[in-house]
């Protein structure tokens, strides 16, 4: 009785988290814990919370396409890539692997956005799904002498989320700041396979998130501004070696020499574009009409105006892209 109250209790605090994370440690423990009351556990969860059915999981395609052409800001590159990738994936009934896509290039640009915008559009409560995991290195990876527990304990919860639900989608962020070697214990999921001791992993996504690369996007990008060619006259073909070679060979990070791309396991290597001044303007637009505030073109024009611009004296390229645009409007209205 005991031990089921405890149970109880911790699944009561797994359904009111707000954020699909964990610390490999803690969980480690508490699901050893309590894993004989695991058929209670599943009935109890899907009992009052959603379910790996088509009532809580439903890929809306005209939905993706409209947020990744009006919400996604100067990557147009990345928007149509991501788009044919998840919508061919989701509409394959029998797909071969795992989607794993690597979303890389400068902070601020939108990679996190585009994978929350991902959960969207297939889960019905969202980015706050319990089938939508987010990991960063600093609550769940945070210390090197740790890797191999870390390692054991990823294949698990992946292995256990997966067997729950087949289209789980899991996000690692800054794995270019993730310890090299952890993923090794997890790319045997993402190959083709259809079944590993008993799990399909075939119909799961698997989103990782770098700022690798981003001086090598950002010369690229800066050379076309320099030359005289527009934005939109850089190509995939432009960045994509510079993107996979950059993953692989970034000494301290979590893909380094990895076997997800010595074995060609990721799907598409997509990247973002530094954002230019105009893009600063209709981010705070946007998220302007995002709280109801009439747009004011006078307040975006400030707020751009304070922002650091690089490099010098051009001042092409926004330090921080996008990201401290919803902090710093509030200082403006």
């Keep these: 009785m005991k031990a089921r109250v405890f149970y109880l209790s911790l699944l009561m605090f797994w359904t009111l988290s707000p954020v699909n994370t964990f610390d490999p440690l803690t969980v480690a ?14 009935v109890t969860w899907g009992h009052f919370n959603e379910r790996c059915d088509s009532t809580w999981i439903r890929f809306n395609e005209p939905g ?7 919400k996604l800001v100067g990557q147009h590159i990345a928007s149509p890539i991501i788009f044919k990738a998840v ?7 029998h797909p071969r692997k795992p989607l794993v896509l690597f979303l ?15 959960a969207d559009n297939i889960y019905k409560k969202g980015n706050v799904s319990q089938f939508f995991h987010v990991f960063t290195y600093q609550l769940n990876f945070p210390h090197q002498s740790r890797i191999e527990t870390y390692k054991s304990q990823l294949q698990q919860w ?9 289209h789980s989608i899991f996000v690692f962020d800054e794995v270019d700041k993730i310890h090299p070697g952890l993923f090794d214990s997890i790319y045997p999921y993402l190959d083709h396979h259809n079944q590993l001791q008993g799990v399909s992993y075939k119909n799961a996504i698997f989103i990782f998130l ?12 800066l050379h076309f501004w320099q030359s005289g060619q527009t934005r939109e006259d850089i190509k995939l073909k432009d960045l994509e070696k510079v993107i996979s070679q950059s993953a692989f060979n970034h000494k301290t990070g979590g893909l380094w020499h990895s076997p997800l791309i010595d074995r060609n396991l990721v799907n598409f290597y997509v990247p973002f574009l530094p954002l230019e001044y105009r893009h600063v303007l209709q981010c705070v637009l946007a998220e302007m009409k995002a709280r109801n505030l009439s747009p004011n073109g006078d307040i975006a024009k400030q707020l751009a105006d304070d922002l650091v611009f690089y490099p010098n004296p051009m001042r092409v390229f926004s330090a921080q892209g996008c990201k401290t645009i919803h902090a710093r409007l509030d200082f403006y209205i």
């Design 29 to 42: 423990v508490l699901v050893g814990a309590g894993s004989t009351l695991a058929p209670l556990a599943w």
């Design 64 to 70: 993706l396409r409209s947020d990744l052409e009006n």
């Design 87 to 93: 919508a061919g994936f989701m509409k394959n009934p």
């Design 104 to 118: 890389q290039g400068p902070t601020g640009t939108g990679k996190n956005f585009v994978a929350q915008m991902i």
């Design 158 to 166: 992946i292995k256990g989320n997966v067997s729950r639900c087949a």
């Design 210 to 221: 770098s700022n690798a690369g981003a001086s090598d996007i950002t010369k690229i990008a």
